[in-house]
């Protein structure tokens, strides 16, 4: 069994002697892998002002010298990257074959963002001759992170990094499902020399850990990845103390293949768009639009491409796909499969258990032709590996197609020609839209949604935004 998740208070293990313990199961064996001890209100207090108190130390030291523990963390991370692969790939059902490029990122984060914020230039205007006014940049505070399930080293770090890289400080508050990889991270943080306090931890489940944590007077700020619906809960606590909050929430992604797409480029990324990551993520192309002239053909051939997905042990280096993260996650994505038969879709691929894999939330990923947007399977975030089909006729359907969600997070638009694409990139109401390519993040761009996807934009200058107060200086020279 995997040792008790504690939290981490100025760098060393906490567990409060009134701690409930919270069983975390395996998603592979459906057995208890370890426990996590639950901070309390007096846990997070703790965290929080080791917090504050690490703040004005970390804040004022310079860019450079912090500069030199976040290269130093990048460099720690890089060498763990297989073992922290192993701890994901155990607790998340990822399966570790795609983890290598996801740790590099993880660590790429902690480089990206301190090169980025030793580049920051200010604002000055010269009145008149003897009038300056100048405008700088201080860090905020203290942050509190809330992170999900789904990719919890990619998405904690780059939380992580943009606030400490611009002089924060931040309590952590993982998944409850996933805390493991996460919290092995920032021990490894502070063995490269993270000074304590900066980055706290506090493991537990979000109505009991994670509200306490966002009402807490030392906290600052909110950075919150997950769910619509806790976004929501969490923005209307931040808004009660004026805390400004980030909002990394939901999608339900379009992905637009045009008649003249090149087909098996195509193919390959709708693929990867909906299935990469067990189907679990934000980003996942999980409605695909095809143009009728192909539509036989092309969804002919991503069923069977479909089919051919090896499921199994996140471990095995040859499985392409594990199981779902937790027991209720695989029933509510097996739950949409009624809701689209009910809906009269038809189901193409998938829902099974597959053969020989009896223990583990494993599900054959789904594929559906629906019979039209307005249905659930169309507008609700299933975040699973559950692709859903639409056919259009033109463009302009396929566009107003996209646009018929409440989210707006990301839009991939597969076609030869420059006039449609330029055409989705202007029309489509999302925060990223990739042409001709799968999911390929550039850490320096903003990403975030448009409507329920969310409010406000991680990467290099909008996270400088966030993490960061202006402050405006005038003096007669
Ligand atoms: P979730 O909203 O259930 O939980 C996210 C985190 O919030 C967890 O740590 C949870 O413990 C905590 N939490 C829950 N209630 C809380 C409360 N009242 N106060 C404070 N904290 C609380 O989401 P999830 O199931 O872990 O993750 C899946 C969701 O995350 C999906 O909707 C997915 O689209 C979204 N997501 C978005 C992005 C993005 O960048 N836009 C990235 C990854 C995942």
Redesign the pocket.
Known sequence: MLPVSNSLINGKPYIDDAATLVEIIDPSTEEVASHLAEANAKTVDLAAKAARQAFKAWSTMGTDNRNDILYAIHDRLVVEAQSLAQIEARTTGLPVRNLAALIRRTAANFRSFAEFASSLSGESYLQNPDFLTYVTREPKGVAAL??????PLA?SSMRIATCIAFGNTCVL?????TPQSVLRMVELMHEAGLPEGVVNVVN????V???A??DHPEVDMVG????????R??MA?AGRRLKPSIM????KSAAIVCADADFDRAIDGTLAGIYANNG????GGSRILVERRVADHFISEFVRRTRAIKLGDPLDPSTEMGPLAYRA?RDRVLSYLDAATNEGAEVLCGGGRPQGLERGWYVEPIAVLAKDNASRVCQE?I?GPFATFLIFDSLDEAISIANASDFG?VAYVWTASLDAAMRCSREIRAGTIWINTPMMRELRAP???YKD??TGR?GASSSADFFTELKTTSIPL
């Open positions: 809330i992170s999900p399930w789904n990719a998405l508050k993982p998944s409850e499902y537990g489940r979000g109505t850990t994670g509200s944590l966002v919150f990845t997950g769910g619509t619906m806790t976004g809960a969490i606590a990394e929430l939901g999608g679990q993520q934000c980003l996650h975030e975040f997070l990403f975030g949604g996807s969310g991680d």
